[in-house]
């Protein structure tokens, strides 16, 4: 992409490691926050809404990346401008390619 000023991050989450009787052992585990790829996160919140297969959502943010990373619907990620402050989070809707430009695009709500 030509202008991706921001970065994309994936939310990781690592189960507890168990013991011999399976309980879950403290300190093990946890949520981090994985950097995927360079971004443009648009602010889309005063746009229309959007439908997708017939149901309506009104999203907050539309991410444009390259098209050798993936990002599944349903995931947590969020956006970081370059100083490191948070652009934008939510839960990643209707992934989709672009047919022309090599270009993958999701909605965040």
């Known amino acids: ?3 991706a000023p921001h970065i994309l991050q994936v939310k990781v989450i690592t189960p507890m490691d168990k013991d011999e009787f399976g309980r879950p052992i403290p300190g093990t585990g946890g949520e981090s926050w994985q950097d995927i790829c360079r971004c443009r996160c ?3 919140s005063a746009e229309k809404k959007v439908s997708i297969n017939g149901v309506l959502y009104d999203f907050q943010y539309k991410v444009v990346f ?3 990373s993936k990002v599944e619907a349903g995931t947590e990620v969020r956006c970081l401008n370059p100083d490191g402050s948070i ?3 939510g839960i990643a809707k209707s992934p989709f390619e672009t ?8 909605w965040l709500e």
Do not use: A, C, W
């Open 87 to 89: 652009r934008g989070e």
């Open 99 to 106: 047919n022309y430009f090599p270009y993958r695009q999701i």
């Open 42 to 44: 648009d602010d889309v």
């Open 1 to 3: 992409m030509i202008f």
């Open 66 to 68: 390259d098209k050798l």
